[in-house]
């Protein structure tokens, strides 16, 4: 069946880097997002991977592995600002998106 | 990069009436635009998917003629919520499918609708 897993929250340090890891098991692969959403607010792109590999954006980088079915999101020098709701998104053979539940990313000072 | 707008933000209506809520993209060509519904503590539902010039897919669960779509043109689609009532209170966000960029996904700014 279709499933995405994610951590439902974690904790991390302002100036630290937390890495928030995703596991899929879909019907065929499109692709993977990542997503910030702040609350109240729609989710705003991140990053798309489609080929196995590191890409990396600024403070931001993100890992695919389609063979193990995972990917992970790093966040280095972490702000307040970075506290967030991340989500994990696959695109499916068929192109339906199936989303994770989101990690719930909490910057302490 | 491509713009998604969504309009009304937000909306506040009486039971029993309709609901129009647009999504326009307006630097692109959106083939395919997807509309979501977010719940409290969960992430957001996809509850279809809207082809230009197509009847829209829904999701398992999500009542076709409650939730009317219609994506006329590339760069237009519309959810009518129609005869609303307090339990389809809710976020409701669209996003398109630009083509040309790998099938990145750009999202609207998302309309909340509170039905009394």
């Known amino acids: 069946g279709q499933n995405i897993d994610q951590p439902t929250e974690m904790t991390a340090t302002e100036g630290a880097i937390v890495q928030i890891n995703c596991t899929y098991q879909t019907s065929g692969f499109n692709g993977l997002f990542w997503y910030q959403q702040h609350a109240g607010e729609a989710p705003t792109f991140l990053s798309y991977n489609v080929l196995d590999g590191l890409e990396e954006k600024g403070r931001f980088s993100s890992f695919l592995s389609r063979s193990k079915g995972y990917s992970y999101l790093l966040l280095k020098e972490l702000q307040m600002k970075d506290s967030a709701s991340y989500l994990c998104?696959?695109?499916?053979?068929?192109?339906?998106?199936?989303w994770g539940a989101g990690t719930k990313l909490i910057i302490k000072p | 990069g491509a713009v998604v707008s969504q309009h009304p933000s937000r909306v506040i209506c009486k039971s029993g009436t309709s609901v129009k809520i647009e999504c326009r993209s307006l630097?692109?060509?959106?083939?395919?635009m997807f509309w979501y519904r977010q719940f409290p503590k969960k992430s957001l539902m996809l509850m279809a998917t809207s082809n230009e010039g197509s009847k829209a897919t829904y999701e398992q669960g999500v009542e076709k003629d409650k939730f009317l779509i219609n994506h006329a043109s590339l760069t237009l689609s519309t959810l009518t919520v129609t005869s609303a009532h307090p339990e389809d209170s809710s976020f409701y966000i669209c996003?398109?499918?630009?083509?040309?960029?790998?099938?990145?996904?750009?999202f609207g700014s998302g309309t909340q609708l509170s039905v009394l």
């Open positions: 998104a696959v695109i499916e053979g068929n192109y339906q998106l199936i």
């Open positions: 630097d692109f060509q959106a083939t395919t």
């Open positions: 996003s398109a499918r630009e083509a040309r960029e790998n099938e990145k996904l750009f």
